[in-house]
């Protein structure tokens, strides 16, 4: 069972177009959230990440909205770019928790068409 | 600075084999984690490490061990390989100051049990 239940498994955007990746989890303890980006072949990487203490964060074309109440956070990917193809995942971490370990979601694999 | 790297890239085994997953990162990390990326599940955590000489169990621990003899090596077992452990393996590493570092990972490796 996962904590942290990520949607869509797959999207397809055309180039200029909107990705959204939605994720929820149950785990109120949880109080940090980054997602991570993987291109084919390689390992993740820290995208872009946000606290529970604001509702949004954007850096660039990316952009983080968070919602306490409904224990929901998603990703948008604005004006989407072929080198955006890649998967995403979201993430989840309980700070008391030992070692400081992430929870992830089950991916998204965006495939944006020139 | 290489940051974190694996290996081997690939590998073949069958049922039964044993094998070791060698992680080595160059960044005076405290933390070490092995995870597996399989389809639709994301990235589960298998072992992790915050320090030398220390592991602890993660989410799916089973039919894997670890040690963590030097600080910069995280070194991943397989006593009795079983075709369910044929994966995508991943280990990252991150520093222990600071309530929000992020998680670095390494390329990967891709292991068959057949």
């Known amino acids: 069972q996962q904590q942290v239940k990520q949607s869509p498994q797959s999207l397809i955007v055309q180039k200029g177009g909107i990705s959204i990746i939605n994720c929820a989890y149950e785990?109120?303890?949880?109080?940090?959230f980054p997602w991570y980006q993987q291109f084919p072949g390689k390992g993740p990487a820290l995208l872009i990440a946000?606290?529970?203490?604001?509702s949004e964060k954007k850096e660039g074309r990316f952009t983080i909205s968070f919602n306490k109440s409904a224990k929901q956070f998603s990703l948008h990917i604005m004006d989407s770019q072929p080198g955006d193809s890649a998967t995403y995942f979201c993430?989840?971490?309980?700070?008391?928790?030992?070692?400081?370990?992430?929870?992830f979601g089950g991916g998204t694999r965006v495939l944006v068409k020139p | 600075n290489a940051g974190v790297t694996q290996t081997p890239k690939f590998r073949v085994l069958k049922t039964g084999q044993s094998m070791t997953l060698l992680c080595a990162q160059d960044?005076?990390?405290?933390?070490m984690y092995w995870y597996r990326q399989d389809p639709g599940m994301g990235l589960r955590l298998i072992h992790y490490?915050?320090?030398?000489?220390?592991?602890a169990k993660g989410e799916v621990p089973d039919g894997y061990n670890v040690s963590r003899l030097k600080k910069q090596n995280f070194l991943l077992g397989l006593e009795s390989a079983a075709p369910s452990q044929t994966s995508v393996y991943f280990c990252?590493?991150?520093?222990?100051?600071?309530?929000?570092?992020?998680?670095?990972f390494g390329p990967g490796t891709r292991l068959t049990v057949l």
């Open positions: 990252a590493s991150r520093k222990q100051q600071g309530t929000y570092n992020e998680q670095f």
């Open positions: 785990n109120t303890a949880f109080d940090y």
């Open positions: 946000i606290r529970p203490d604001v």
């Open positions: 993430a989840a971490r309980e700070v008391k928790a030992a070692g400081n370990k992430l929870t």
């Open positions: 960044m005076n990390h405290e933390y």
């Open positions: 490490s915050v320090g030398e000489g220390t592991t």
